[in-house]
C-alpha cells in the first residue's frame, strides 16, 4: 500500500476541521448554543479547513502545511484550556464563567447592567457529553490527531 502524498494528508486534515466546524454548526442548529470558549475553538479550524482545500487545489507548499499545523495546535490549545475550564482544573473567562466582579465595591446598576450583558451561555458547564467527555474534550482529542496529521504532512518526503 502506498503512503498518502504530502497533499492527501493537508487535505485529510484540513477536511478533518471542516467536518468538526459541520459537527459544531449541527449541534447549535440542534440547540445548543455555543459559549465564548466554543466560538473561540471554531477560527483556527475555520482557517486549517480553508490551508487544506488551498492544498489541495494548488498542492502542497511546506508553508502551508505549517500554517495548518499552527492551526490545528492553536485549536487543540483552545479546547484544552475550555476542558480544564468545564472541569473547574482553572477559571475561565470571569464574564464566560458565571463570575460577576467584586460583588462589594459595584453599585447596584453596575451588577444589572453586568448581570444583563452576561452570556447566557457559560463556558463552565457541560452541555453535551459522551462517554463522559464533553464536546470541548472530544474537540481537543479530534484537533490534536489533526494535529499529527498536519505535523506528517509537513515533514512528508512525498510532495506529489
Known sequence: MNAMTNRQLGALAGAGSAALLAAALTFQWLGYAPCELCILQRWPHLAAAILGAAIAVFGWQRWLAALGLLAALLA?????????????????????????????????????????????????????????????????????????????????????
Open 76 to 160: 487543540t490549545a483552545f479546547a484544552i484550556y475550555h476542558t480544564g475550564v468545564e472541569l473547574k482544573f482553572w477559571a475561565g473567562p470571569q464574564h464566560c464563567s458565571g463570575g460577576v466582579g467584586n460583588l462589594a465595591t459595584m453599585s447596584t446598576q453596575d451588577l444589572m447592567t453586568t448581570l444583563q450583558n452576561a452570556p447566557v451561555v457559560r463556558c463552565d458547564e457541560v452541555s453535551w457529553s459522551l462517554l463522559g467527555i464533553s464536546m470541548a474534550g472530544w474537540n481537543a482529542l479530534c484537533s490534536a490527531l489533526l494535529s499529527l496529521i498536519w505535523l506528517l504532512a509537513t515533514i512528508g518526503r512525498r510532495k506529489a
